[in-house]
């Protein structure tokens, strides 16, 4: 009966398991019928075009993807992107831009770059996902006061404009129709998380308007015609080279913004799951979606965080329920298209609203404001910037404006400080304090360099070495072992310096590498270049090494006891403990 039960994650798939992914892909259902309509009619297309999305992207999703949960279809977040392709390149680009991001995205999965989306900073996230809700929440202004005469603009200032040019064709039904859907969706709401708050919503509002006070709205009949109750027959979009180049930038942001989206998705399933999402597999799946998807008419699709939060807290077992969820809407397309045209636009206006209202990471948003620090700066950017101008420049800008302040604090925190053994120190650890003039050595220089030693903070060490190590010392130890990271710039830097440093007559020597700036050091022949003998996993065993290469011992009384010290207990190379019991003999 269940032959899908031996195929990977279908394994073990019983009659429960079932039951629940049925339960689950109904109810789900019922909550993507109303968005799939609305977020095609937000997007500049016809409504039924969301309805294929939903189904044929559901499907592919649920079948070709990394989580277990996942509930893909169209988005709020793709809704001014897709907007403005239909306004600027019109509905048959908008369906040749979402194959490329596909295609895109397929080829993120097989170069396993899904792991690098996770990359993007959070505050470019809030920022942008703020700014979209923005966008949505007021295009449906509109729509809710059924507002007459509207042109719908790809910026967001001209749309504002727009609605306040026709506010005197305000219509009191719409307004009322728009109230009674907002209702049943917050009382919904308010009586239980299971309850699909927006069909409920669509239908009272729906009804109320054919009885109360029939032909004073607009429908989905009277604006787009009747929705067809038949599925549609396959047509690939053709486009000459010039258009597919075109349209690449395009599609290169609703391939990052698809793919943002759904690993956010997949990783509040985890969350809400205790499972592990496969980010590449989710990134392949979506591309297939988004391949396919166009061939029926549909726009672009992606990992919905609602719909999949409400697919698990509904019991959902396996992949299955969403494409039960899928199949349902289908079915619901067939058997009551006739009804759909019906439906007032200002109806589904709410629906939008509310989703733009809880899509818009309000709370972060405001904590992020509180901290008051580069992060807030970043997202406010990022926010205003998507609301002004669009989502590529915000989303690039964000980006850029986030490595900068990165790479400034990250260039705050280098340092490279002058340091000497510390005797009351348990394990007679080198530090700075102890840094006196009574302790000074006149021949033997200990440097810490901690941080990341990058095209950043590469100035550190020609700025020390022209102030502070041209000095009469003759040894020069460079502690590395707190720099976790090393660039070829870092590289050049140390090169440079070291061997200016040579020039003078000093030695350096180098101890506590770790395994990047090493690996890096010796594939650039830096390490060929200084000589391996002058590497040392321990500061002890440099200043050990060093002690036994001519250095006048007897100008150094007076530090060498820190030395040995320090020293104590290393493992250390025959000839250098030579040299340390011949110094302690003669009782340094």
């Known amino acids: 009966?269940?032959?899908?039960?031996?195929?990977?994650?279908?394994?073990?798939?019983?009659?429960?398991?079932?039951?629940?992914?049925?339960?689950?892909?109904?109810?789900?259902?019922?909550?993507?019928?109303?968005?799939?309509?609305?977020?095609?009619?937000?997007?500049?297309?016809?409504?039924?075009?969301?309805?294929?999305?939903?189904?044929?992207?559901?499907?592919?999703?649920?079948?070709?993807?990394?989580?277990?949960?996942?509930?893909?279809?169209?988005?709020?977040?793709?809704?001014p992107v897709l907007l403005g392709i239909v306004l600027t390149e019109g509905y048959k680009s908008l369906l040749l831009s979402g194959m490329m991001a596909g295609i895109l995205l397929v080829l993120m999965g097989v170069f396993r770059m899904g792991a690098l989306v996770r990359y993007i900073p959070r505050p470019v996230t809030v920022g942008f996902t703020a700014g979209i809700a923005v966008i949505i929440f007021v295009g449906q202004i509109a729509n809710f006061l059924g507002l007459r005469g509207i042109e719908k603009h790809e910026a967001f200032l001209p749309n504002v404009r727009e609605i306040m040019a026709q506010i005197s064709t305000i219509n009191g039904y719409s307004v009322l129709t728009g109230a009674i859907c907002l209702?049943?969706?917050?009382?919904?709401?308010?009586?239980?998380?299971?309850?699909?708050?927006?069909?409920?919503?669509?239908?009272?509002?729906?009804?109320?308007?054919?009885?109360?006070?029939?032909?004073?709205?607009?429908?989905?009949?009277?604006?787009?015609?009747?929705?067809?109750?038949?599925?549609?027959?396959?047509?690939?979009?053709?486009?000459?080279?010039?258009?597919?180049?075109?349209?690449?930038?395009?599609?290169?942001?609703?391939?990052?913004?698809?793919?943002?989206?759904?690993?956010?998705?997949?990783?509040?399933?985890?969350?809400?799951?205790?499972?592990?999402?496969?980010?590449?597999?989710?990134?392949?799946?979506?591309?297939?979606?988004?391949?396919?998807?166009?061939?029926?008419?549909?726009?672009?699709?992606?990992?919905?965080?609602?719909?999949?939060?409400?697919?698990?807290?509904?019991?959902?077992?396996?992949?299955?329920?969403?494409?039960?969820?899928?199949?349902?809407?289908?079915?619901?397309?067939?058997?009551?298209?006739d009804y759909a045209a019906d439906i007032p636009l200002a109806a589904m206006a709410p629906i939008l609203m509310v989703v733009a209202w809880n899509m818009s990471e309000r709370k972060e948003f405001r904590h992020l404001i509180r901290v008051k620090n580069g992060d807030a700066i970043v997202m406010t950017a990022t926010f205003l910037l998507t609301v002004l101008t669009s989502l590529t420049l915000a989303v690039g800008a964000g980006l850029g404006l986030a490595a900068i302040l990165f790479i400034k604090r990250m260039g705050e925190v280098t340092g490279m400080t002058k340091a000497a053994p510390d005797p009351s120190s348990k394990h007679r650890k080198v530090h700075a304090h102890q840094l006196q003039p009574e302790r000074e050595c006149p021949q033997l220089q200990i440097f810490t360099l901690e941080g990341a030693l990058f095209f950043g903070a590469t100035d550190l060490l020609g700025e020390t070495a022209a102030s502070q190590l041209r000095t009469h010392a003759t040894v020069l130890i460079l502690r590395m072992g707190k720099v976790l990271y090393l660039d070829m710039t870092g590289e050049s830097q140390l090169r440079l310096t070291v061997r200016e440093l040579r020039k003078q007559g000093m030695e350096v020597y180098i101890s506590g590498l770790q395994p990047q700036p090493r690996e890096l050091l010796a594939r650039s022949g830096f390490i060929t270049e200084v000589g391996e003998t002058r590497f040392f996993a321990h500061t002890g065993e440099t200043l050990l090494f060093a002690l036994s290469q001519g250095i006048d011992h007897d100008k150094c009384k007076g530090c060498l006891r820190n030395v040995f010290q320090e020293c104590a207990g290393l493992s250390r190379p025959a000839a250098v403990t030579e040299v340390v019991d011949e110094l302690r003999a003669s009782k340094v």
């Open 183 to 337: 209702a049943v969706i917050l009382m919904a709401a308010r009586i239980s998380r299971r309850l699909p708050g927006a069909i409920l919503g669509l239908a009272v509002s729906t009804v109320a308007a054919l009885w109360l006070y029939p032909g004073e709205v607009a429908t989905i009949g009277t604006v787009f015609g009747a929705i067809p109750a038949q599925w549609p027959a396959i047509s690939m979009p053709s486009a000459s080279w010039g258009e597919i180049v075109r349209l690449l930038p395009l599609a290169f942001v609703v391939a990052i913004l698809g793919a943002v989206e759904s690993l956010l998705s997949a990783v509040v399933a985890d969350q809400m799951t205790g499972t592990r999402h496969d980010s590449n597999r989710e990134m392949i799946g979506q591309g297939i979606a988004n391949i396919v998807t166009p061939l029926f008419g549909g726009i672009p699709a992606t990992g919905a965080i609602a719909r999949t939060a409400a697919n698990i807290r509904h019991g959902a077992a396996t992949p299955v329920a969403g494409i039960i969820h899928s199949v349902a809407v289908l079915i619901i397309l067939l058997a009551f298209a």
């Open 1 to 79: 009966m269940f032959p899908i039960r031996r195929i990977g994650r279908f394994s073990g798939y019983s009659r429960l398991h079932f039951r629940r992914d049925l339960t689950s892909g109904f109810t789900v259902a019922a909550i993507a019928l109303p968005l799939g309509l609305s977020f095609a009619i937000a997007s500049g297309v016809e409504p039924v075009y969301g309805i294929y999305t939903t189904v044929v992207a559901g499907i592919l999703i649920s079948l070709f993807g990394g989580s277990r949960f996942q509930i893909g279809g169209p988005t709020g977040a793709f809704v």
